[in-house]
């Protein structure tokens, strides 16, 4: 599953999905879903880093785009205080 420009959400895992998953809790966040095959993929292939490199790709990019998204949040929330972001 490849993320495009971000117009497109993916899907959200389910707690039982996590859960039955054994994902950690500092995991389950909106990329989850992308979490549990690419666990899946690395526990099938001992781990072999070029083993999983799709979902590895679409998880770090997930992470990625969620990580724009919170500084932009943080931008917003500075420029709404201060007027000006202070860096």
């Known amino acids: 599953m490849a993320l495009g420009t971000g ?3 993916p899907r ?36 072999m880093p070029w083993k999983c490199e799709d979902e590895r ?3 770090e990019k997930c992470q990625y785009v969620e990580f724009k998204k919170r500084v932009a949040k943080m931008d917003e929330l500075r420029e709404a205080k201060n007027g000006a972001r202070s860096n």
């Open 7 to 9: 117009a497109e959400t």
């Open 12 to 47: 959200q895992a389910s707690r039982e999905e996590m859960r039955d998953a054994k994902v950690p809790l500092a995991y389950r966040d909106s990329c989850a879903n992308l979490l549990i095959p690419l666990n899946r993929c690395r526990f099938e292939t001992y781990y």
């Open 57 to 59: 790709h679409s998880y």
